[in-house]
């Protein structure tokens, strides 16, 4: 009786260990981010609007005074957005592009995170690697995007691959430093505690990388929007890349800033909406 409760006691003096030890490694994961902007009130959305105002003011005025048709208002503009979404062209080439983007960016994310991981653990790979890594940082994306094409044939598969292997590269240096930067005490202390793998994991070596995966996310999407309409433009029939071409073909201005506008719009969504909130949720210890 006495050995049985002598084991229960050493387990409950484990877990409270183990819970001082993620708490640690949480503050410690601390260090490595930025703390957030302090006296913005509403997270600064007012200095946001009033940006966006500006924006449209400068492009009026603009416009106002060159009167040329390479510069339509933003009246304009928006009626011609408003045509587009009426006879649902943009949506449905919006919707394509989306589901490229997404995909290529879950692809990416994926595999340079374990990629980076793996380099910043282990020395020998990192040595092994680190020229593909270079190589594949410096190869021009359209090289890239040509040679997928030609390899696999004109196909969304070929447009998705070739926009993450663009993008992985990024994302295995980020990661990687993020790796190299976690602290090695704090998983000895772990292994020393007996934590359960996942639980070190989860609550022990990721909230160290965080910040890093973040910033990987941010800069990767930012990328990847950029990449996937030069991917539509240059062999695909649909999305907003191959619209814009159309556009081009036929100086249609009042089109192809139309089409640019909620593509950049959409981007900001993204940003407010799901990568802020998500930043938020995780480095919610910051305090």
């Not at 909620?262 to 305090?287: N, Q």
């Given at each position: 009786?006495t050995?049985?409760?002598?084991?229960?006691?050493d387990?409950?003096?484990?877990?409270a260990?183990?819970?001082?030890?993620?708490?640690?490694?949480?503050?410690?994961?601390a260090?490595t981010?930025?703390?957030?902007?302090?006296?913005v009130?509403?997270?600064?959305?007012g200095?946001?609007?009033a940006?966006?105002?500006?924006?449209?003011?400068?492009?009026q005025?603009?416009?106002?005074?060159?009167q040329?048709?390479?510069?339509?208002?933003?009246?304009?503009?928006?009626?011609?957005?408003?045509?587009?979404?009426?006879?649902?062209?943009l949506?449905?080439h919006l919707?394509?592009?989306?589901?490229?983007?997404?995909?290529?960016?879950?692809?990416?994310?994926?595999?340079?995170?374990?990629?980076?991981?793996?380099?910043?653990?282990w020395r020998?790979?990192d040595?092994?690697?680190?020229?593909?890594?270079?190589?594949?940082?410096?190869?021009?994306?359209?090289?890239t995007?040509?040679?997928?094409y030609?390899?696999?044939?004109?196909?969304?598969?070929?447009?998705?691959v070739?926009v993450?292997?663009?993008?992985?590269?990024?994302?295995?240096?980020?990661v990687?430093?993020?790796a190299?930067?976690v602290?090695?005490?704090?998983m000895?202390?772990?292994?020393?505690?007996?934590?359960?793998?996942?639980?070190?994991?989860?609550?022990?070596?990721?909230p160290?990388?965080?910040?890093?995966?973040?910033?990987?996310?941010r800069?990767?999407?930012?990328?990847?929007?950029?990449?996937?309409l030069?991917?539509?433009?240059l062999?695909r029939s649909?999305?907003?890349?191959?619209?814009?071409?159309?556009?081009?073909?036929?100086?249609?201005?009042?089109?192809?800033?139309?089409?640019t506008?909620?593509?950049?719009?959409?981007?900001l969504?993204?940003?407010?909406?799901?990568?802020?909130p998500l930043e938020?949720?995780?480095?919610?210890?910051?305090?």
């Amino acid at each position: 009786m006495t050995g049985s409760g002598q084991g229960l006691r050493d387990a409950g003096t484990s877990r409270a260990r183990g819970g001082a030890v993620e708490r640690h490694a949480a503050a410690g994961a601390a260090a490595t981010g930025n703390a957030p902007p302090r006296g913005v009130p509403g997270g600064g959305a007012g200095l946001r609007l009033a940006s966006i105002v500006v924006f449209l003011l400068s492009w009026q005025l603009a416009a106002a005074v060159l009167q040329s048709a390479t510069l339509p208002t933003p009246g304009a503009v928006f009626q011609r957005l408003l045509a587009e979404v009426a006879s649902f062209a943009l949506p449905r080439h919006l919707g394509i592009t989306l589901s490229r983007v997404g995909v290529s960016f879950l692809l990416a994310m994926a595999i340079g995170t374990v990629i980076g991981i793996a380099m910043g653990q282990w020395r020998r790979l990192d040595m092994f690697l680190d020229t593909w890594l270079v190589l594949g940082l410096n190869i021009p994306a359209l090289v890239t995007i040509i040679l997928c094409y030609v390899w696999f044939g004109l196909n969304d598969w070929a447009a998705i691959v070739a926009v993450a292997i663009n993008k992985i590269p990024t994302v295995v240096v980020t990661v990687r430093e993020g790796a190299r930067a976690v602290d090695p005490h704090l998983m000895q202390v772990a292994a020393a505690y007996r934590l359960p793998r996942w639980r070190t994991l989860g609550r022990v070596y990721l909230p160290q990388l965080h910040p890093y995966l973040m910033a990987a996310a941010r800069a990767g999407l930012s990328l990847i929007w950029k990449i996937v309409l030069v991917v539509e433009l240059l062999g695909r029939s649909n999305g907003i890349g191959f619209q814009l071409n159309v556009f081009f073909q036929f100086f249609d201005i009042a089109g192809i800033l139309a089409y640019t506008l909620v593509f950049a719009a959409v981007v900001l969504l993204i940003e407010a909406l799901l990568l802020r909130p998500l930043e938020r949720r995780l480095t919610a210890w910051r305090g």
